[in-house]
């Protein structure tokens, strides 16, 4: 079981900007792919991004491109999500999430392919 702890949630006003951070322990395949989810109020968790562990290499959900970016550093075990022009509807809990490779391979991004997930952390856009 990876262990992850998300950190830097925040309330900012729309197009404002925030990074969010996600520590996480290691695992020979259970954090091979690292994903980013959010769950609006009344709202399922969707998939915001997904990143392969080795390589740092990110897709994300259509509704965050341009204005999300994921960034890693293996060294610190640490992955950043940082995000602009923020909008309201950006509003919700954030999750870190690790699971296989699979994850990573999908052309959509499934929380079923994700074992391991972090407590979440609030972020709030107000207009």
């Known amino acids: 079981q990876v262990r992850l702890e998300e950190s830097g949630g925040a309330s900012v006003q729309a197009r404002g900007s925030l990074t969010l951070s996600c520590k996480y322990s290691?695992?020979?395949?259970?954090?091979?792919?690292i994903g980013w989810f959010r769950q609006g109020p009344g709202k399922e968790r969707v998939g915001v991004s997904t990143?392969?562990?080795?390589?740092?290499?990110?897709d994300y959900a259509d509704s965050v491109k341009g204005r999300f970016t994921v960034s890693l550093d293996n060294a610190k075990k640490t992955m950043y999500l940082r995000m602009t022009n923020l909008k309201p509807e950006d509003t919700g809990m954030y999750y870190c999430?690790?699971?296989?490779?699979?994850?990573?391979?999908?052309?959509?991004?499934?929380?079923?392919?994700?074992?391991?997930w972090g407590q979440g952390t609030q972020v709030t856009i107000s207009s």
């Open positions: 999430a690790a699971g296989s490779v699979v994850g990573c391979l999908r052309p959509y991004i499934s929380a079923g392919d994700f074992s391991s």
């Open positions: 290691e695992s020979s395949s259970g954090s091979a792919c």
């Open positions: 990143t392969f562990e080795t390589s740092g290499r990110a």
